[in-house]
C-alpha cells in the first residue's frame, strides 16, 4: 500500500520511484518535489511520504503488506522523508489466531550543500488487539543517500533494488514465524545498504568551491522494528 502526500501543482523537479504492492508487478511511478516560494525567491522542498499497513481480523486471518519506494531528489533547500509501517491484529479467536505483517521501505536520495540535513520520521508499530495467540510484525527501514553533487542510481542499482523488493513482497506467501521473517528483513535491509553504498562510492565528489558542499556522499539507514 503506498500512501502519498498531495502535490502542488507547481513542480520543481521529478524523483523517480520503483514502487510495488504485495502480489502485483513492479510499476514506475513519480513523485515530487514542489516549489515553494517566499519573497520572492523560489527554493525546492521536496516530501517522500510512505505507509505499509496491514490489517488481520476474524475476516482476513492472514494479511500482508509490504512497500519498497525509491526516491531520487536532486540538490533540495529542504527534504522530508516520512515512512511508517503499521501492522494491526484484532479480534481473532485464540483457536485461529491472525498473522498480520507490514514491511515498509523507503530510499531517499539528494544532494548539495544541504543533503545532510534531510528531516526524517522512520516508524513502526504493531498491534494486537482483543487477538490472544496473533502474531503481528511491522517493520520500517528507511535509506537517505547524501551527495555533495547531483547523481542518479545506475540501471544495475535498479535492478538489484528491484530484485530485493521482489523478495521482501514473496514474504506474503511465506510460513516463517515472525522472529524469522524480521531477520530475513533485517538481512534484505543490509543488502539494500550495501548497494547504495556502491552507488555512493561512485558518486560525484564535491569541487571545492563550495565548502558547505564538499563532503563524502553518505547513506544512512533508519530502522525500526516492532
Known amino acids: 500500500m503506498n500512501h502519498r502526500k498531495p502535490r502542488s501543482s507547481t513542480v520543481a523537479k521529478t524523483a523517480v520511484s ?19 516560494t517566499g519573497f520572492g525567491i523560489s527554493h525546492d522542498v521536496a516530501t ?9 481480523d476474524r475476516t482476513h486471518v492472514r494479511q500482508f503488506e509490504e512497500s519498497f519506494r525509491v526516491h531520487e531528489f536532486g540538490p533540495s533547500v529542504a527534504v522530508t522523508a516520512n515512512n511508517r509501517a503499521t501492522a494491526e491484529s484484532v479480534g481473532c479467536s485464540p483457536h485461529a489466531p491472525c498473522r498480520s505483517i507490514a514491511l515498509s521501505f523507503q530510499i531517499v536520495t539528494t544532494s548539495g550543500r544541504n543533503a545532510r540535513l534531510v528531516n526524517t520520521t522512520n516508524i513502526s508499530r504493531a498491534l494486537n488487539e482483543h487477538c490472544a495467540g496473533c502474531e503481528t510484525f511491522a517493520g520500517s527501514y528507511q535509506f537517505v543517500v547524501a551527495t555533495p553533487r547531483a547523481f542518479t542510481l545506475s540501471g544495475q542499482a535498479r535492478s538489484a533494488l528491484a530484485r530485493l523488493d521482489r523478495r521482501a513482497a514473496a514474504l506474503q506467501s511465506s510460513n516463517l514465524s515472525v522472529t ?24 560525484p565528489r564535491g569541487g571545492g568551491s563550495d565548502p558547505l558542499a564538499d563532503f563524502d556522499p553518505t547513506v544512512t539507514m533508519h530502522r525500526h522494528v516492532r
Do not use: C, F, N, P
Not at 520503483?18 to 515553494?36: D, E, L, R, V
Not at 517522500?48 to 488481520?56: C, G, I, M, T, W
Open 180 to 203: 524469522r521473517i524480521r531477520q530475513y528483513a533485517d538481512d534484505l535491509a543490509h543488502e539494500v545498504k550495501a548497494v547504495l553504498d556502491r552507488e555512493a562510492a561512485r558518486a
Open 48 to 56: 517522500a511520504v510512505d505507509l505499509a499497513h496491514s490489517r488481520a
Open 18 to 36: 520503483i514502487s510495488m504492492a504485495a502480489g502485483a508487478g513492479i510499476a514506475m511511478t513519480t513523485s515530487t518535489a514542489s516549489a515553494a
